[in-house]
């Protein structure tokens, strides 16, 4: 007869990655749960959307997943995207237009393989799109490619932006005119191989005591061509002023950096990775700190969860994805909106993606 602990130990398989693990929760599982919104889009596998109004239509920036020879691993070796897609969405029947190719990895010069989540920025007619994808030294950076339209081509620069490495980047441009870049991401995303100021291939983590590693942020430069400050951390704060720690998964930051501003207030979200949520902290100023206040998506059927927020004819949306298009893959999602909605005192209140 088992003794209480020993009842209380769960049937995990040690061997599996928590990729794997995840994914095999997520097959078996995925017919049974009731989605409440359905994938924007199926005729392509999507992910990480960054959504931006621009012209007064809703454009969506997404990675393009695809199908992998690649194993399933918890550094994300399974997520080998290698081109993007942008979509918009009309307003009149909420259906989404998928416009094609606007970015191949084969029109990067630097680039090799596994382009990431991207995000977009409009500047004087022009527009800006921002991604991180691995160089020929297995290093994750970040390139900006440049076009005339929302929907692309976009060209990219011959090199990276200096200065950048890790993930995510999401780009946000503030009331006075201002672009700010936020980016990075732990474990596939390599934040935590820069611990000494340069890439070193041993993973190193702060102690769970300790603050965790934080996402990284800069203004970028007039032209949106590059950084035009070394890049700062993002400090998140608890509610005594402390940051959070490395044992803080509930709450501490993992990837997908988002940022949105609403009465004044900058709303920093982002999410907990291992942990599976989307989390949101605020401040005063584009630089942080950002104080931690709660959850805004609740756990997606997938191992990751990545989102962007945006305003649309006096609405907020969440942009966010799931797996439930491929009945559970992690490396096959699809992305999907909801309305998000700020309470009187600015909370926002917190979504659940299934009935
Ligand atoms: O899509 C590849 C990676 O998975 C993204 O960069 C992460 O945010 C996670 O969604």
């Not at 994914?23 to 959504?51: C, F, G, H, M, W």
């Not at 084969?106 to 596994?114: F, L, N, R, S, T």
């Not at 799109?129 to 990219?156: E, H, L, M, Q, W």
């Not at 070193?200 to 590059?226: C, I, Q, R, T």
């Amino acid at each position: 007869m088992s003794t209480n602990d020993e009842k209380k130990q769960p049937d995990i398989d040690v061997t599996l990655s928590d990729a794997e693990r995840i994914q095999q929760e997520d097959v078996a599982r995925a017919k049974s749960l009731d989605e409440k919104n359905a994938p924007l889009v199926s005729n392509i596998y999507t992910a990480d959307p960054s959504a931006h109004v621009f012209n007064g239509k809703i454009y969506i920036y997404p990675s393009h997943d695809v199908e992998s020879e690649q194993e399933t691993n918890d550094d994300g070796d399974q997520f080998a995207m290698h081109d993007y897609h942008v979509l918009s969405v009309d307003s009149d029947t909420g259906e989404a237009t998928d416009h094609g190719v606007a970015l191949d990895v084969k029109d990067v010069p630097w680039a090799e393989k596994q382009m990431w989540a991207p995000d977009a920025a409009c500047k004087d007619g022009k527009y800006y799109f921002y991604f991180p994808a691995r160089a020929y030294d297995g290093i994750f950076r970040i390139g900006v490619a440049v076009g005339d339209s929302p929907t692309g081509p976009f060209k990219a620069e011959e090199n990276y932006m200096e200065g950048t490495y890790s993930i995510d980047p999401a780009v946000f441009e503030d009331d006075d005119g201002s672009y700010y870049m936020y980016w990075g991401g732990i474990w596939g995303g390599q934040l935590q191989n820069w611990h000494n100021g340069e890439f070193n291939a041993e993973d190193v983590y702060p102690a769970d005591d300790k603050p965790a590693y934080a996402p990284l942020m800069a203004k970028l430069s007039d032209d949106m061509l590059e950084l035009a400050e070394a890049p700062k951390d993002v400090l998140i704060i608890d509610e005594n002023g402390q940051e959070l720690n490395t044992g803080d998964t509930d709450r501490r930051f993992f990837e997908a950096s988002w940022i949105h501003k609403h009465n004044g207030k900058y709303y920093f979200s982002y999410s907990t990775g291992d942990t599976h949520k989307i989390a949101y902290a605020i401040g005063d100023n584009p630089y942080g700190p950002f104080t931690y206040q709660g959850v805004i998506l609740n756990p997606v059927l997938g191992w990751t969860n990545h989102h962007s927020i945006a305003k649309f004819e006096d609405k907020w949306y969440l942009f966010y994805h799931d797996s439930s298009l491929s009945d559970g893959q992690t490396h096959l999602r699809c992305v999907k909106m909801s309305e998000l909605v700020h309470d009187e005192s600015g909370k926002i209140i917190t979504i659940d993606a299934y009935k």
